[in-house]
Nanobody, 118 residues
Framework: VQLQASGGGLVQAGGSLRLSCAAS????????MAWFRQVPGKEREFVAA????????YYADSVKGRFTISRDNAKNTIFLQMNSLKPEDTAVYYC????????????WGQGTQVTVSS
């Protein structure tokens, strides 16, 4: 499984960014795909997840109502639309994948930096 994240950047508070994660190397119909983020010195934290088959979504409380995770089946790509960004959203964002029977995410893409200025 290969995951390629993109779309990070610098944005002012209140602005928006959309992250993309192109997935390859597998048929993902039985996978969960997710976004995590990490700030230096802190543990990686869950942001959002989507079940590839059916599209059920899950969010951390800190991003509910502001972030939306989605997928494009034809392009094998997941997205994270981030609106109303806050300085505390600043982090390196990682996309991840796990087979539905696995408890842990075991495939990771490289991170993409998101910086929100106040």
């Amino acid at each position: 499984v290969q995951l390629q994240a993109s779309g990070g950047g610098l944005v002012q508070a209140g602005g928006s960014l959309r992250l993309s994660c192109a997935a390859s190397g597998r048929t993902f119909s039985r996978y969960f795909m997710a976004w995590f983020r990490q700030v230096p010195g802190k543990e990686r934290e869950f942001v959002a997840a989507i079940r590839w088959s059916g599209g059920s979504t899950y969010y951390a409380d800190s991003v509910k109502g502001r972030f939306t995770i989605s997928r494009d089946n034809a392009k094998n790509t997941i997205f994270l639309q981030m609106n109303s960004l806050k300085p505390e959203d600043t982090a390196v964002y990682y996309c991840a994948a796990r087979y539905s029977d696995n408890a842990r995410y075991d495939h990771w893409g490289q991170g993409t930096q998101v910086t929100v200025s106040s």
